[in-house]
């Protein structure tokens, strides 16, 4: 829809970006007209502590007066914050694509635990100042949160609260992950959430998006190309080298996010004899049940149902504690996978214990890792991690696979930005460092002639 043609005032229409500036976590975006909220994304900060503690902070509107969130997809740091909305008094919609909600149902619950167990932890240990600790939410408020979920199918417009009209595109990156185009008022603002890669063999190609008013656009890598090389090559010189040295392959990665990326990769050279015959565990509390997951949303991805049951049967899932800890245990040479991908919680952190102390070992760093976390300190070569109050030394080979990110690279962002058709008058960067933020910024100046902006914290436009 093209605006500034009516003669009549039109209403007014606002954005801002609350919480921190040039963080990729914590993503939440307001826009507001006439006294309606409506919220896109509601991610969890994650990283250095500073960060993490302003999920503590009461967020700058009250939960209770927003009218809808629309989620662009499940990872924590676009909705890990739903359970504390709903514990703050949110009770609107939460709208998303049907693979989204499926994909948040694991999401949500277990990171709910994770708060529950860091609780309980910190009073165990006495090494708190509040008395009790209490977790940011429990299961309970998860629940909540997933009873309000709406969804929608991607390619079909639905109605929000004041009118507003959305619309889900694909995305890539994740299963279900969209975009968001939304006209409100007579403008029309496009979300990107976060873009997936072209020709990914697991995700389908973020979809373009014809024209926008206004556009949020990520920025994750915004400063930075992953390498062209074919990751199944690299995975398999890894493992070889690995299996040459007697030693075991850690890889942190999301049981239902990148872990079908390598599993796919696994099979693949496995398929072509070029895998050693060594176990592959898929090491997470979470159901694991992947494959049934590819199975529900046949068209959200590329796989056949022969290829997802192949490669999904490759790996030993092990879901109770007791199974993890003999993998720990255990020194023959394999490959684990495990969560949490930044290694910031889960069952990573025992195999990380286990395993990084050994030089015959890798450890795989597969995605983009958020500062202040530990995978961001073993991506960058750092010599001790610390893991449960104790330095450990990280004596293993560390290989940077960033080729298997599930996050468009710099050159594919504006591959996906040369898809309009009508350019945007105004582009907000998100969603990055402040250098891959100012990066992209400067090439969609430069190469595209964009008005673009990355907006400080709160920072309100009118549109
Ligand atoms: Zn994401």
Redo the contacts with the bound molecule.
């Keep these: 829809m093209s605006s500034g043609d009516s003669p009549a005032r039109k209403a007014e229409l606002t954005f801002r970006s609350l919480g921190a500036a040039s963080t990729v976590t914590g993503s939440k975006h307001l826009l507001e007209s006439d006294g309606t909220r409506i919220l896109l994304d509601c991610g969890l900060f994650q990283g250095v502590k500073n960060l993490r503690e302003l999920n503590w902070a009461p967020l700058a509107v009250d939960p209770s007066s927003i009218d809808a969130v629309v989620v662009t997809?499940a990872?924590l740091?676009?909705t890990g914050y739903l359970p504390r909305l709903v514990r703050d008094g949110f009770r609107g919609p939460i709208v998303s694509t049907e693979a989204t909600a499926a994909v948040a149902d694991i999401i949500l619950r277990d990171s709910a635990k994770l708060q529950e167990r860091d609780a309980e932890f910190l009073n165990e240990r006495k090494a708190t100042k509040h008395h009790p600790a209490l977790p940011l939410y429990d299961s309970d408020d998860a629940g909540r949160a997933l009873e309000l979920f709406v969804t929608h199918p991607f390619g079909h417009e639905f109605r929000l609260p004041g009118d507003a009209v959305g619309m889900f595109r694909r995305a890539g990156?994740?299963l279900g992950?969209a975009t968001v185009d939304l006209t409100w008022q007579g403008r029309r603002i496009v979300f990107t959430?976060?873009l997936g890669r072209y020709d990914d063999p697991v995700m389908l190609d973020p979809e373009p998006v014809p024209a926008a008013d206004y556009l949020v656009m990520e920025s994750t890598y915004g400063d930075r190309l992953h390498e062209h090389a074919d990751p199944a090559e690299a995975l398999a010189q890894v493992i070889d080298a690995t299996v040459d040295r007697g030693g075991t392959v850690v890889i942190p990665a999301f049981a239902v996010g990148r872990a079908q990326a390598l599993l796919y990769y696994l099979w693949r050279l496995h398929s072509a004899g070029r895998l050693p015959g060594i176990p592959i565990y898929l090491d997470s509390p979470m159901a694991i049940n992947a494959s049934d997951l590819l199975g529900a949303f046949p068209r959200d991805h590329r796989l056949p149902p022969e290829v997802y049951e192949d490669m999904c049967a490759m790996a030993t899932y092990t879901r109770d504690t007791e199974e993890s800890k003999k993998i720990t245990a255990s020194r023959e040479p394999k490959i684990v996978i495990s969560a949490s991908g930044m290694a910031t919680g889960g069952r990573i952190l025992h195999h990380l214990k286990a395993f990084a102390p050994d030089s015959r070992n890798t450890i795989i760093v597969t995605g983009y890792q958020v500062p202040g976390t530990r995978g961001r300190s073993i991506a960058a070569g750092e010599p001790y991690v610390k893991i449960h109050g104790e330095w450990i030394p990280v004596n293993a080979h560390v290989a940077n696979l960033q080729m298997l990110s599930?996050?468009a690279d710099a050159d594919e962002l504006l591959r996906w930005a040369h898809g309009f058709a009508i350019a945007p008058k105004r582009v907000f960067v998100v969603h990055g460092e402040p250098q891959a933020a100012d990066t992209l910024r400067r090439r969609l100046d430069r190469e595209f002639d964009w008005q673009a902006t990355v907006p400080r914290p709160n920072q309100q436009f009118s549109l």
């Design positions: 997809h990872h740091d676009h990156h994740i992950a959430g976060d599930a996050h």
